[in-house]
Structures are given as C-alpha cells and as structure tokens.
C-alpha cells in the first residue's frame, strides 16, 4: 500500500463519504417520491429517480423493482438500462445481471466498461475461467483508460500497471484524475470479486476520495456512487477495514 492509498483509507476511517445529512436527504427524496409515484403510478421518470435514490442508500433491491418497474411501463428501455444491471449485481441477482450487460452490449458495442461489469457478473455467477471466456469483444477504441482497464480483466496486464500508465502519462491533471477515478474502481472491483479484501477496500476508498468522480455528470457520478457503496459494504463486512 503506497503514501497515496494510505491517505485517502485514512480519510475513509475518518467518515463515511456519504454523511449522515445526505442520508437522511436521501431517505426523504425517496418518501416525497413514492407519494409521487402514488399519485402519477405510470410515471417512468419517477421511478428512475427512485430507483436511484434507493440504489444510493443501498437499497439494491428497492432500486432493482424499481428500474424492473420501468422497463414493465417502458420496454424500449430494456437493453440500455445498465444501472437496473449494477442494482441486480449488488442485489446478488449475477446471472440475470450478466443478461442485462449482455443485452446492452447491442445497444452500445462499443463501451468497454459494460463489458467488465458482465465479466464481473460472470466472475460471481460461473468463476473466472468462464468469466474469461465470455469476456464481450470489441473491434473499435474506447475512451482512455478502459483499454487498459479492460486488459486487467484480460489478464493481460496488471493493476500496478495499469495505475503506473496512468500516473506517468503526459495529461492534464484534470484528465489524470478522471481516469484515476476509473482505473481505482474497477481495480478495487476486481479485487473484490477476488476476495482481496483489503486491496478492494484501499482502492474502492482511493475511487470514493477522487473529487473528479463525486463532482462528474451523471453516469460517472453514479459510478461515484458504487464506490462508495462498495467501499461501506466492505468496511462493514470486515471490522478490522473500519
């Protein structure tokens, strides 16, 4: 664990990223919601924002009947509806996760990261041999650094690598922060569904400390969310990471 890693796990000990005012934000937003739902009950945007008001206070199944409800009032949602994905994955529900980063992968071939989160699906419903094998192809690039990123779920390169490319490439450090962000999380991902523990709580902390992530628009920022959420699971599933 190098001075950086030690740093931002220090800050994590300290206080959970999400305090407990945005909770208790949360847990209202997502009352003044359901009321709405109660009274506009084919509204789909409503429920999106609940579901992820629910995902965000960890809820994953709330989220997931949610994003379910959705598709149900809405099927043209069905195959790029990746967070209804991520919602089943922390729900425990891998196989029908996989499915849905499946059917996303002919909504967008060309994202990289819908591809790792099917691979980590996989990792958790089948092992890594399959999950190797089913790794999702892609012909065209992808936005920096999910190459790499998706070299380390190859096998082909290494999680040091990966962050040392980053921290040595010549790039504004806007830009190096941003791609940090990324390499962290799905770093620390993949040492989670490794049950490296301790490596997946220094490196999802490392995502969660990133203010390149907590300040980005909205998918990079529901990503944001992920490890933070993550990293809290872990530090509660594991009392000598608190």
Same mark, same amino acid.
């Given at each position: 664990?190098?001075? =950086?890693?030690?740093?931002?796990?220090?800050? &994590?000990? $300290? %206080?959970?990223? #999400?305090? /407990?005012?945005?909770?208790?934000?949360?847990?209202e937003t997502a009352s003044r919601l359901t009321a709405a739902i109660d009274a506009a009950p084919k509204a789909v945007e409503l =429920?999106?924002?609940?579901?992820?008001?629910? &995902?965000? $206070? %960890?809820?994953? #199944?709330? /989220?997931?009947?949610?994003?379910?409800?959705?598709?149900?009032?809405?099927?043209?949602?069905?195959?790029?509806?990746?967070?209804?994905?991520?919602?089943?994955? =922390?729900?425990?529900?891998?196989?029908?996760?996989?499915?849905?980063?499946?059917?996303?992968?002919?909504?967008?071939?060309?994202?990289?990261?819908?591809?790792?989160?099917?691979?980590?699906?996989?990792?958790k419903a089948f092992g890594l041999e399959k999950a190797r094998e089913g790794l999702l192809k892609y012909e065209k690039d992808d936005?920096?650094?999910?190459?790499?990123?998706?070299?380390?779920?190859?096998?082909?390169?290494?999680?040091?690598?990966?962050?040392?490319?980053?921290?040595?490439?010549?790039?504004?450090?806007?830009?190096?922060?941003?791609?940090?962000?990324?390499?962290e999380l799905y770093v620390g991902l993949n040492d989670a569904v490794e049950d490296r523990t301790e490596a997946a709580q220094t490196?999802?902390?490392?995502?969660?400390?990133?203010?390149?992530?907590?300040?980005?628009?909205?998918?990079?920022?529901?990503?944001?969310?992920?490890?933070?959420?993550?990293?809290?699971?872990?530090?509660?599933?594991?009392?000598?990471?608190?």
């Amino acid at each position: 664990m190098n001075a =950086y890693h030690v740093a931002v796990l220090l800050l &994590f000990i $300290l %206080g959970s990223v #999400a305090g /407990a005012d945005e909770t208790l934000r949360w847990k209202e937003t997502a009352s003044r919601l359901t009321a709405a739902i109660d009274a506009a009950p084919k509204a789909v945007e409503l =429920y999106s924002q609940r579901g992820d008001t629910r &995902f965000f $206070l %960890g809820e994953f #199944a709330l /989220a997931a009947a949610d994003y379910d409800k959705m598709v149900t009032l809405d099927p043209d949602l069905d195959s790029g509806h990746w967070r209804r994905g991520i919602a089943w994955f =922390y729900a425990g529900d891998f196989e029908k996760a996989a499915a849905q980063f499946e059917r996303y992968h002919s909504y967008d071939n060309v994202d990289r990261e819908n591809g790792i989160w099917r691979y980590l699906c996989q990792r958790k419903a089948f092992g890594l041999e399959k999950a190797r094998e089913g790794l999702l192809k892609y012909e065209k690039d992808d936005r920096e650094p999910f190459g790499d990123v998706y070299r380390l779920f190859q096998g082909t390169m290494t999680s040091q690598e990966l962050l040392d490319n980053i921290r040595d490439a010549k790039i504004p450090e806007a830009e190096r922060q941003k791609r940090l962000f990324y390499a962290e999380l799905y770093v620390g991902l993949n040492d989670a569904v490794e049950d490296r523990t301790e490596a997946a709580q220094t490196h999802l902390t490392a995502a969660a400390q990133n203010t390149w992530g907590e300040r980005a628009g909205y998918g990079p920022n529901y990503m944001w969310q992920v490890s933070r959420l993550h990293a809290e699971l872990l530090a509660k599933s594991v009392p000598s990471l608190k």
